[in-house]
């Protein structure tokens, strides 16, 4: 799959083998690990890199996708499907190496990835819970049409700190 972006020099597409270097590279980021929940490390070594190319290639009802900007894997998002009475319901996640942020790379894929998805029988919704202290993941979300759903009060424990999370959704027909 490969999916355009408003942005020229930024499409999504399938994870490949010889992105592993830029993996690497680009996740090996303390300041991208403290904004993600889930399992993703840190440090970010080759084994890591390793199980995540190998998850990305299962075929599954979830998207896995590299932000490929100026013609390298930059950065990752996917949607991950929910099961049982959340069939219906896809959690987006995205990071972008720190060396491109602030050029609505984010946003752009975000967008793109969210109007391929709630196109497809299986996504009525999706999700995300940002962590409190990432405004400006809160804002890529808002650009992207996500709604502010609430507060989830000290319901994340990350680097340390109990935390809020606040969920944003978007819903098909809304
Ligand atoms: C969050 C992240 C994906 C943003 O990527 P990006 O490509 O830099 O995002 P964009 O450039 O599309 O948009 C960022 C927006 O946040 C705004 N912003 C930046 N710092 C901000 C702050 N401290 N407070 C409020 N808004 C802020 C920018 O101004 C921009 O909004 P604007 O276009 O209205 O000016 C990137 O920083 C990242 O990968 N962070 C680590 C992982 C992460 O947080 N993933 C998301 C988990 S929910």
């Known amino acids: 799959m490969y999916l355009p972006t408003e942005l020229p020099h930024c499409v999504l597409r399938p994870w490949r083998a010889e992105d592993k270097p830029a993996l690497l590279w680009y996740a090996n980021n303390r ?27 299962s075929s599954d009802a979830s998207i896995y996708l590299a932000i490929e900007a100026r013609g390298q894997a930059a950065g990752s998002i996917s949607v991950i499907a929910d099961e049982n009475t959340g069939q ?64 989830l009060r000290q319901n994340v424990f990350k680097d340390g700190d109990l935390i809020d999370s606040v969920m944003y959704a978007r819903v098909r027909n809304a």
Do not use: C
Request: hydrophobic share 45%.
């Open 31 to 57: 300041k991208v690990w403290r904004n993600l929940t889930g399992m993703f490390p840190h440090p970010y070594a080759e084994a890591d890199a390793d199980r995540w190319l190998a998850v990305a290639a």
């Open 88 to 151: 219906h319901t896809g959690q987006i996640g995205y990071w972008l190496g720190e060396p491109l942020w602030g050029q609505g790379i984010a946003t752009a894929s975000v967008r793109s990835l969210a109007a391929y998805a709630l196109a497809r029988p299986r996504f009525e919704r999706l999700e995300a819970q940002v962590l409190a202290w990432n405004p400006p993941s809160m804002r890529v979300l808002e650009k992207a049409g996500f709604t502010r759903e609430g507060v």
